[in-house]
């Protein structure tokens, strides 16, 4: 099985919307219908703010990486968070997301991306190693906090 990656489009929405369902049902985020179109379908657009990748194939995904763009002054410019990175349960542990998370920063460092971020729940310890194994370290002193406006 591969990582391949496809930009999604307005022509993925259902299978996207398929994929982040199941990735808010696991990590028990609180999401409507509505709310998770919202957050999808302008990514499928082309919206300036970020992008989501479909993982495997375009017809039946395993999974899919969204990425917000932002910048900054510390790193030099454009940077990216990855939001969301989902795999289907029946397809982890072959390396796909690891391959995912080491091929598209550098497909997104030639367009001027200068730095990605990741979020990760500190007791989760595969989703450390796997981020830590594709390059991620945390920062000593910073930490995300949010705010739910």
Not at 23 to 41: L, P, W
Not at 101 to 110: E, K, Q, T
Not at 120 to 149: C, E, I, P, Q
């Amino acid at each position: 099985m591969s990582a391949a990656l496809t930009l999604a489009a307005p022509e993925h929405l259902d299978r996207m919307l398929v994929l982040v369902a199941a990735f808010h049902a696991e990590e028990g985020i609180q999401s409507t219908d509505e709310q998770r179109r919202a957050g999808v379908v302008p990514l499928l657009d082309g919206v300036p703010h970020g992008c989501a990748y479909m993982i495997g194939p375009p017809r039946a995904p395993i999974g899919y990486i969204v990425i917000t763009f932002g910048w900054s002054v510390e790193f030099g410019g454009l940077d990216g968070l990855i939001d969301e990175l989902y795999i289907r349960p029946g397809v982890r542990g072959r390396g796909i997301a690891s391959e995912a998370l080491i091929s598209l920063p550098r497909a997104l460092a030639g367009a001027g991306l200068r730095a990605m971020h990741i979020e990760v729940d500190r007791d989760n310890a595969a989703a450390l190693k796997l981020y830590r194994r594709a390059g991620f370290h945390t920062r000593d002193k910073y930490m995300f906090m949010s705010k739910r406006l």
